[in-house]
């Protein structure tokens, strides 16, 4: 997913599988809120709506790459604008991986002044 992401990858933080449990998930996600680079992690089909929810509230104004099955048959990749994520309109099926590109917030305050 980074490769056709388009985003700066370095640094990248990968995390693998989150946590099953919601609140575990939002505080595992919460430790990566103030740095910047891009953030990776996999979901099953069963808890991909609840973690885009959390990424939805700790990644206001950030782009959101969200692939699944990807290098199979039925690979769809799609990117989002953080506030525009609705998770009751992702499609359950499959394995997926998230991306975060966190850099948006650096850009916006360079920007600023």
Do not use: C, M, W
Not at 1 to 22: D, H, R, W
Request: hydrophobic letters at 35%.
């Amino acid at each position: 997913i980074l490769s056709v992401s388009g985003f700066q990858a370095n640094p990248t933080f990968f995390l693998g599988f989150l946590s099953e449990k919601p609140n575990r998930k939002k505080a595992e996600l919460e430790e990566y809120v103030g740095k910047e680079g891009l953030i990776v992690f996999y979901e099953s089909v069963y808890k991909i709506k609840t973690a885009l929810g959390i990424v939805k509230e700790l990644f206001p104004g950030s782009e959101v790459l969200v692939g699944r099955e990807l290098t199979k048959a039925h690979e769809e990749i799609k990117l989002y604008k953080s506030e525009e994520i609705d998770p009751e309109k992702i499609y359950p099926k499959g394995e997926f991986v998230v991306l975060i590109n966190n850099y948006t917030k650096k850009i916006a305050k360079e920007n600023v002044s």
